[in-house]
Structures are given as C-alpha cells and as structure tokens.
C-alpha cells in the first residue's frame, strides 16, 4: 500500500478491522472481500475504522443520526457541529459544547484536511470520534500554545445540521443554499408555470421587494424581476425553500434600480440576498406540431398509457370564452357522462387533439385559437353563442378512456373499413374547405391501408396545394 495514499476507504477497499479477533464473526466480517465489508458496518457504534487507506483519519460512531433519509453533506455545502478537541492525554484544547455551534463551508479549506474529509461521511444527528494524524491537522508547526508540533488529535464532533449550498449557473452568479428539501424529482422545464414566494433583500438586510400572501406565478422562460429567478427555479423541486446569493449579473446589473412602486431601490452593483420557495407548478406541453395548441397539467395523470385514434373516452369539461363566459359544460355530474371517440369529429379539432395527449385522472386547461376551434363560424352551444374567430378554454378531466385496436392487431377487412371511414371524414371536410384538417384524415388513409389511398391520391395533392395556398399547414403525403 502506497503510505502517501489518502483516498476515502471505499466498498472496494479491503478496510482493515481494528478490533479484537474474538468481537469478529468469521462468516460475516470478512473484510478482505472483493466488494470489502458491508455498510452497515462501517456505521457501528463503537468500532474503530479507517477513512483513509493510509491510515491518517479513523472514524468510531458513538451515535447514530436522526435523519430518516441517509444523506451526507457535499463539499461547498454550510454544515453546523458541535464539537470537543482533545490531546492524546485526554487534554481539552477547543470545544464548543459550553458555547454556540460552529458553522463553515465543507470541503474548501475553512478547517483542517481531516475534518473536511470525516464530516462528509456522516449523517444529520451523528456523533463520532475521529482520530485525526499531524498530517490532517496541523502538521510539524502546531498550533502554539495549545497544539504542540506534530500531534495526532481526537475530535468528538456531532453533525447538528447541513444545507446544500450549489453553485446554480455554475459561474457563481447565483449560489443556491437549500433551507428545506423538495419533494419528488421533478423540476420545472423552460415552459412551464410556476408559483413561488419570495423576499429579495440587500446584503445589509434592507428590503427590496416581496411577493403577496398567496404567491406569484410566472412562466419559467419568461422569468420574473431579475435573471436569478427562471435559473435558481429550474433547479428546485416542488415546496423546496432555498436562500440566494445573487450577483449583480444576474440581480439588477451595475446601475441597479429606481425604486419601483411599493419595491424599495438597488444600490448600483448590488449584491442580492433572496428567500425563495417553489410553492408549486404545473406542465406546460405543446399538443400541435405547429405549437398553436398547449395545455397546461393542473393535476398529473396515473401511469402512461394514452388514448389512440378510435378510443372511448369518457371526459368533463368546461368552456369559456376570452371575456370568460362560459358557452358549454358538460358531463359535471356523475350522472350525465360525456363520452368522446377519439376521430370522430364530435368536439372541435383542438379539443380532439388534446384528449389524446391526456392520461387517466389527468386535468388540464388548453387554450384553442380559432382555427383549431369554430373557425370563422358562429355556433350555438349549450350555454352562449360562441361568435365567429373565437378563441376558446376548456379545462377538461379525462376520467377513464378505453383503446382502439391499433392497426397491427386489426384483420384485413378491419383494415379496409377504418381507412374507408377516414377517406369519408376526409372528402366531407375537404368539401367544407377545411383543407388541413382534410389533409390530416387523408393521411391516416395511408396509415391503415394503402391500397385504398391511390383511391384518393388527387385529393391529396389539391388538399396540400390549397392549404398551403390559404396560409394552413398541410403535410405532404
């Protein structure tokens, strides 16, 4: 073994055990083992280990942490101790057990070598005894008076409590101390809204702006009040509370702000001091190719699967105009069901295209423009005329759906009669000279049977050429 080897011991490692031969368990303890001993060995209370193959820093847990989740502090993350320091005879020299905790950043010099590399395995409400060699303390010099010349040490220390401290933008622009873990996985993409709650203050703890009791919300790409904000909520999850350190770069540049309404002014060059938490947020995805249509997920869906063309689905949902008037809801009471078939034509197109993009239980509200809606037309629905080139909401609820055959699992004759009622759907709607939702029903006519299609190849062509020609996206086929 290389003596000058100071690598953290490691599964891997073969870790030499410091007990007695008569506490060890010859079918259990084997530590010379190819993947070395269990781990839970290594958290036994009483039992000496080495951290380091060398030998310069060993570990004796005298108390198990508190935290339910087996997490570790990181190198750069703030971690709070208590602590007693004590010579080889057993002589005091530091100890913090009669005054405040001490805090520092781990891993980036603020305390000895052996210390940045023994707290980083312990948990939150630990307690352990490291033996610390001079090479991991303080060496040939000491620490005169109470440390003399190359001294091993003994630290008692308890890990009170942690914070990830994470550099956001991976610039120091924006560091990111987490105050409260999120739950999930999940963090928010470009597109999607957000809800958080915030204070922004100088260094000097002055106040520059505050969000309302009940929060605000704002799409992630968009941002809001300054650059920090879109980058620092990208990397939360959802009810994390974290503090920001923002740089002007990212705060209000290097001639800061005016004061602005009820929000105090920045001092040029600025440095931001910001309490953050991501109440909530919700997806935002595209449902049309051409980015027209979009849903927002106000509440997620159960496991993956999604209606394909031809499928029941069973839905309620409410319409509302841009002044907010409410034209159509259906299917409210439990009673009164509204069942769709997916490529049937029985909603607006919009709406259509929405649904099979949904799971079960999944709610969302989508906003329709006029050409995936009513169009240029004027229709009566149940509750208001809705007028001509309206742009329509509906928040909607797919309550339960069941699939169509897809085509492999159809027979021939199966084959003939989907692609049939399709070319149908087509003409009648190239007809009405609604050329790219024709085009669009021409297309699964390939999709289903191909022999059919050279029945309406023309069609086809006309349907492209005029689409195009009108301004609407068609698909050549």
Not at 74 to 91: A, R
Not at 200 to 222: A, H, N, Q, R, Y
Not at 407 to 427: E, T
Request: with cysteine.
């Amino acid at each position: 073994m290389d003596p000058d080897d100071e690598r953290l011991v490691t599964k891997e490692d073969k870790i030499e055990d410091v007990r007695p031969k008569s506490f060890r368990c010859e079918m259990h303890d084997k530590s010379g083992g190819e993947d070395g001993p269990p781990e839970l060995k290594m958290k036994e209370v009483g039992v000496e280990r080495k951290l380091l193959k060398n030998g310069g820093l060993t570990k004796t847990v005298v108390k198990h942490g508190t935290c339910k989740h087996p997490k570790s502090p990181l190198s750069g993350d703030e971690v709070t101790v208590h602590y007693t320091g004590t010579l080889p005879d057993g002589t005091v020299f530091d100890s913090t057990r009669d005054k405040e905790p001490f805090t520092f950043k781990l891993g980036v010099g603020q305390v000895i070598r052996g210390w940045d590399k023994g707290v980083k395995t312990m948990r939150k409400g630990e307690q352990a005894v490291f033996t610390v060699q001079p090479q991991y303390a303080y060496g040939k010099a000491g620490q005169p008076p109470g440390i003399p010349p190359d001294t091993p040490l003994r630290f008692d220390i308890e890990l009170l409590s942690w914070c990830s401290v994470k550099d956001v933008c991976r610039d120091g622009g924006v560091m990111k101390k987490i105050v409260r873990e999120g739950k999930s996985w999940e963090t928010p993409k470009d597109s999607d809204e957000v809800k958080v709650n915030y204070e922004v203050k100088l260094e000097d703890g002055t106040l520059i702006s505050k969000s309302p009791d009940d929060g605000v919300k704002f799409i992630v790409e968009e941002g809001w009040l300054c650059p920090a904000f879109k980058h620092a909520v990208k990397s939360m999850k959802i009810e994390e509370v974290v503090v920001l350190m923002v740089q002007p770069e990212y705060g209000f540049g290097i001639d800061g702000r005016e004061a602005k309404d009820s929000e105090g002014p920045v001092p040029l060059n600025a440095t931001l001091i910001v309490d953050l938490e991501l109440v909530s947020w919700n997806s935002v995805e595209i449902v049309t190719d051409d980015k027209k249509v979009i849903k927002k997920i106000t509440k997620k869906g159960e496991s993956y699967e999604k209606p394909n063309g031809g499928s029941t689905v069973t839905i309620k949902y409410v319409g509302t105009l841009s002044d907010g008037a409410i034209f159509e809801k259906r299917g409210l009471h439990p009673e009164d069901p509204v069942t769709v078939t997916i490529d049937d034509d029985q909603v607006v197109p919009g709406l259509e295209e929405t649904l099979a993009t949904m799971k079960k239980g999944e709610v969302c509200i989508v906003m329709i423009p006029p050409e995936y809606g009513f169009e240029n037309e004027e229709k009566q629905c149940h509750l208001a005329l809705v007028p001509a080139n309206s742009t329509l909401t509906y928040e909607v609820e797919m309550i339960s759906f069941v699939k169509a055959k897809d085509s492999w699992d159809l027979d021939g004759p199966q084959k003939i009669a989907a692609a049939a009622k399709k070319k149908d759907q087509g003409n009648d709607l190239f007809k009405k000279g609604k050329l790219f939702f024709a085009a669009r029903k021409y297309e699964k006519v390939y999709y289903f049977s191909p022999r059919l299609s050279n029945n309406i190849g023309s069609h086809v062509v006309d349907c492209n050429v005029h689409g195009l020609s009108a301004g609407r996206k068609a698909r050549r086929i």
